[in-house]
C-alpha cells in the first residue's frame, strides 16, 4: 500500500502543480481582468498539466499529443505576439507621456513669458487667446539699449555741483547713474569728450524675433526633439486639441494692494488626474508659480 502510494505521488505530484497553478492562474485572470496574454499564458498551463497528467497514466493517445501540441505551439505563438504588442504599446505610451508633458511644460513657460511681458507692458495680463496670438506675432517689448562706458575717472568739481546738492566730497570713481544724467546735460564741459555717445535707454523690439525667433530658444526646441515654434499652437494643450483653460482678473485685493492675477490650467492626456494636471498661476494670489516646479 506504502508503495503504491509512493509511486502515485511521484507520478502525480508535478501534473497537480500544473494544474492548480493554472487553475489559480484563470482565476486570478478573471477576478482581475487581465490581459490577453495572461489568458493564454493561463490556458497553456492548464493544457501542460492535462499533458502531463495524461502521460502519468500512460494511456494517452500519440496522435492526441501530436494535436495538442500543435495547438499549444500556436497557442505560444499567439501569446509571445500579444506580450510583444503589449510592450511595444507600453513603450509608446512612456514615449508619448515623457514628450506631451516635457512638450506641456515648455509651452505654459512660454505663455507665462509672454504674460509677464504684456504685464509689465500694459499692468494687466491678456485674456483672450485670440489676443495672445497676436501679441505673440504682432507685440513689441522694452530692450535695453546701452551704448558707451562710463568713463573711468571721478565727476570733477563742475560736474559734482550740477548732479549734487551741498557738494558732497568725491570718493569714488563715476557711477553708471552719474554717467547716464551727465549724458542728458548736453551742455556740460565734458560732454562732447566723455557723453556724447553715451546712451541708456529701452528700444521696442519685436517680441517673436527677440524670445522665440533667437538661436538659443531654436537651438533648445531642436535639442528637446520639439517641433517647430507656431504662436497658434500655445494655447493648444499637446497631443490634444483642447486649449488651456485662462481665467484672469485685471485687479484682485491682496493686503493693502491690489494685483491683476492669472492662472493657465490644463489636463494633457496622460498619467492619472493628478500627475496630468498641470498649471502656472493663482486667481486669488499675485504669483505665477508652475505645477511643474513644485
Request: with cysteine; net charge positive.
Amino acid at each position: 500500500m506504502t508503495s503504491n502510494l509512493s509511486i502515485l505521488l511521484k507520478k502525480y505530484t508535478v501534473p497537480a502543480l500544473f494544474l492548480i497553478i493554472g487553475l489559480l492562474m484563470v482565476y486570478i485572470g478573471f477576478a482581475q481582468n487581465q490581459g490577453a496574454g495572461f489568458m493564454i499564458a493561463a490556458v497553456m498551463m492548464l493544457i501542460a498539466a492535462a499533458l502531463s497528467i495524461a502521460f502519468s497514466t500512460g494511456k494517452f493517445n500519440s496522435s492526441l499529443v501530436y494535436i495538442l501540441g500543435i495547438g499549444s505551439g500556436i497557442a505560444g505563438l499567439v501569446a509571445l505576439f500579444l506580450s510583444y504588442n503589449s510592450v511595444k504599446t507600453t513603450l509608446t505610451y512612456q514615449e508619448n507621456a515623457k514628450e506631451c508633458h516635457s512638450l506641456a511644460v515648455q509651452n505654459l513657460q512660454d505663455i507665462r513669458y509672454v504674460q509677464k511681458a504684456y504685464k509689465e507692458k500694459t499692468g494687466k495680463y491678456i485674456g483672450e487667446w485670440s489676443e495672445f496670438v497676436d501679441f505673440v506675432k504682432n507685440g513689441t517689448v522694452p530692450v535695453p539699449n546701452s551704448i558707451g562706458s562710463v568713463p573711468s575717472r571721478k565727476v570733477d568739481p563742475i560736474e559734482n555741483k550740477y548732479l549734487y546738492t551741498g557738494n558732497p566730497p568725491v570718493d569714488n570713481d563715476m557711477s553708471e547713474q552719474e554717467a547716464y544724467r551727465l549724458s542728458l546735460w548736453k551742455e556740460g564741459p565734458n560732454w562732447e569728450k566723455d557723453f556724447k555717445n553715451f546712451v541708456r535707454d529701452t528700444i521696442q523690439r519685436d517680441l517673436m524675433k527677440i524670445k522665440f525667433a533667437s538661436k538659443s530658444y531654436v537651438a533648445n526646441r531642436t535639442k528637446l526633439g520639439f517641433y517647430k515654434f507656431s504662436a497658434d499652437s500655445l494655447p493648444i494643450i499637446p497631443y490634444t486639441k483642447d486649449l488651456w483653460s485662462l481665467k484672469v482678473k485685471d485687479s484682485v485685493k491682496i493686503g493693502d494692494e491690489s494685483f491683476p492675477t492669472i492662472r493657465v490650467e490644463g489636463r494633457i492626456p496622460y498619467g492619472n488626474k493628478e500627475q496630468s494636471t498641470m498649471y502656472f498661476g493663482s486667481e486669488n494670489l499675485n504669483e505665477l508659480g508652475g505645477s511643474w516646479e513644485e
